[in-house]
């Protein structure tokens, strides 16, 4: 698929099929992630690629938690989750985030994450990313330390219909301007 053709068919997938998605295929789904781009280059992640039926249901419960759980009813229907795990700054690392006194990890994540879903799109498969989710009980079911965070959560699946839904998305005139803020 051509790029631009990516960027424009992912979307955030909420109804899958029972399609399962081949090993090789989540294998290049997190090789996609690991390409991506990070502070002093630490890329300080840890990708756990839940394809087991059973724990599937286990983390679609954790993505289930409290009052906001509705959000994320259709998570059971995944046939795969990729959880994000930071891993923990080496020395060099937390000295150059006391350098630079600023946190560059959040952004690290997030751009795997983007080029995760990416790759997926490339192959065919919907996705979704979940900010949502009772991390403790994630922690829990996949033997993370305690001291670690899952910053991400990505469901995967083969979408149950070709009929992507319209991209909201704010005015492009309102979000850019050139050489200097407001200015077109
Ligand atoms: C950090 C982050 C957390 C998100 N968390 C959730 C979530 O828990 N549940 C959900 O259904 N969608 C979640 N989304 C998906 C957004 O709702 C979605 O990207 C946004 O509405 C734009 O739609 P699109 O992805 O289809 O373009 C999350 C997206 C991001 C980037």
Not at 113 to 137: F, P, Q, R
Request: hydrophobic content about 35%.
């Amino acid at each position: 698929m051509e790029f631009s053709e990516v960027l424009e068919k992912r979307y955030s997938c909420r109804a899958f099929s029972d399609k399962p998605i081949a090993r090789e295929d989540l294998v290049s789904v997190m090789k996609a992630g690991t390409l991506a781009p990070s502070a002093c280059n630490t890329q300080p992640w840890h990708f756990i690629c839940v394809d087991d039926e059973e724990k599937i249901a286990r983390i679609a419960k954790c993505t289930q938690k409290g009052g906001l759980g509705f959000i994320n009813r259709f998570t059971p229907q995944a046939k795969a989750f990729i959880v994000i795990v930071k891993e923990k700054p080496s020395f060099s690392e937390k000295v150059a985030k006391v350098m630079s006194s600023r946190d560059y990890s959040p952004y690290d994540i997030g751009l795997a994450g983007a080029n995760m879903v990416l790759k997926a799109t490339d192959l065919g498969i919907g996705s979704c990313i979940l900010g949502w989710y009772d991390e403790d009980k994630v922690k829990e079911e996949l033997n993370i330390e305690k001291s670690k965070s899952v910053d991400l959560i990505i469901a995967l699946g083969y979408p149950e219909s070709l009929d992507a839904p319209t991209r909201k998305r704010k005015d492009f005139d309102t979000v850019h301007s050139f050489n200097s803020y407001g200015e077109k």
